[in-house]
């Protein structure tokens, strides 16, 4: 099967400006998953998703990040005006687990590293 | 607080020989264990879980790992290490009723020299 699927690969912007990421999670899984990972250190969890409704957003800085999973496939991360701090990659991952019928892996995409400068 | 500790930054092995990197965890209940790894400009990769049954789990590319209820571990372990085993390995915790969120270890960088 395809993997995770994410666009774009690298991103330099200015501090101020606004960027989007976008991420097509693998064909029939349920949850999506937007991880911020900074260099030497773990995955820190942005959202959850199942289908198209928020499970847990309580990571995102909402006055500057945005997303949304429309029809409950594609989902698109924003940021909107960038920092400095968000210089990091950007992960997106999905799971074929409805919450509570499983316990199933999460699968990432190759990620999207974003220089802000 | 809930968290998930990997004491070695890097480990150094020789080609051939075995391999332990090590994963400690503070989460209440008997939550879910992963190991997922790494390698450079690349996603994560899952290799392993443990969700109950036998303590000695087997997975991908020859690694199993050995959850330790009474020492709430779960190291990851290889018989013979290979040069193409050098990679960032991350330790992660689901626990129970969590949504099946991950909590993450910082990563050990694996160094297989031949």
């Known amino acids: 099967e395809a993997g995770v699927a994410q666009s774009p690969r690298y991103k330099i912007i200015e501090k101020r400006q606004s960027v989007a990421f976008w991420c097509n999670p693998i064909?029939?899984?349920?949850?999506l998953y937007w991880y911020q990972q900074i260099l030497g250190q773990g995955p820190k969890l942005l959202i959850q998703f199942q289908n198209n409704g928020v499970v847990d957003d309580s990571q995102l800085p909402k006055d500057r990040f945005s997303a949304e999973r429309l029809k409950g496939v594609d989902s698109t991360l924003k940021i909107q005006p960038a920092k400095l701090e968000d210089s990091a990659v950007y992960l997106c991952a999905s799971s074929r687990a409805p919450l509570g019928q499983g316990t199933y892996e999460q699968y990432f995409g190759p990620g999207t590293r974003l220089t802000v400068t | 607080a809930q968290s998930v500790a990997q004491p070695e930054d890097q480990v150094n092995v020789a080609e051939g020989n075995p391999l332990t990197v090590k994963c400690t965890y503070s989460v209440s209940g008997n939550p879910y264990l992963f190991w997922y790894v790494q390698y450079p400009n690349r996603g994560l990769q899952f290799l392993l879980k443990?969700?109950?049954?036998d303590n000695l789990v087997k997975g991908s590319y020859g690694f199993e790992a050995e959850f330790n209820k009474s020492q709430t571990s779960f190291h990851l372990k290889k018989p013979s290490a290979l040069v193409s085993d050098s990679a960032l390995y991350f330790c992660a915790v689901s626990p129970r009723g969590s949504n099946y969120q991950l909590i993450w270890g910082a990563g050990t960088k694996l160094i297989i020299k031949p």
């Open positions: 443990y969700i109950t049954g």
């Open positions: 064909s029939g899984h349920a949850t």
